[in-house]
């Protein structure tokens, strides 16, 4: 018997196995059948992107007091777990737009390409604040 900790193998453990974990939970299976060639980009462009963190808590009082929310315009899916809800409390706090894009999950972008261009377009489109 060997002592000490179990030897990590890179290929089910590493960071390409994790971003695929994220990957499968994003996605539903019926998504995978229908768009293979999106999953391979989500997992060629995702699968590190998955284990680093954009956390927007430390900085929403401080964007917020300073008047600065209205720069800010938060996508999030509709089906991605509490991000909806958490996107809506952070742009309480800044003072800034929500969108929810209907029937998506985590990365609109390739889920609902259409819808998620569309939403962009709308934002980038509109009048500066």
Excluded at 24 to 40: C, G, L, Q, S, T
Excluded at 84 to 112: D, F, R
Aim: hydrophobic share 40%.
């Amino acid at each position: 018997m060997s002592s000490g900790s179990p030897r990590v193998d890179p290929v089910t453990n590493g960071p390409r196995a994790l971003g695929r974990q994220s990957i499968a939970r994003w996605f539903d299976k019926d998504f995978f059948v229908a768009y293979p060639e999106r999953i391979a980009h989500a997992e060629s462009v995702y699968c590190l992107a998955a284990l680093k963190v954009l956390n927007l808590s430390p900085y929403a009082e401080d964007i917020g007091s300073r008047g600065d929310g209205a720069r800010f315009v938060l996508v999030a899916g509709e089906l991605d777990g509490t991000v909806p809800q958490e996107s809506e409390a952070l742009a309480n706090i800044m003072g800034s737009e929500v969108v929810v894009i209907p029937k998506s999950g985590h990365i609109t972008n390739i889920q609902l390409p259409d819808e998620f261009h569309s939403v962009i377009s709308d934002i980038l489109s509109s009048p500066v604040r």
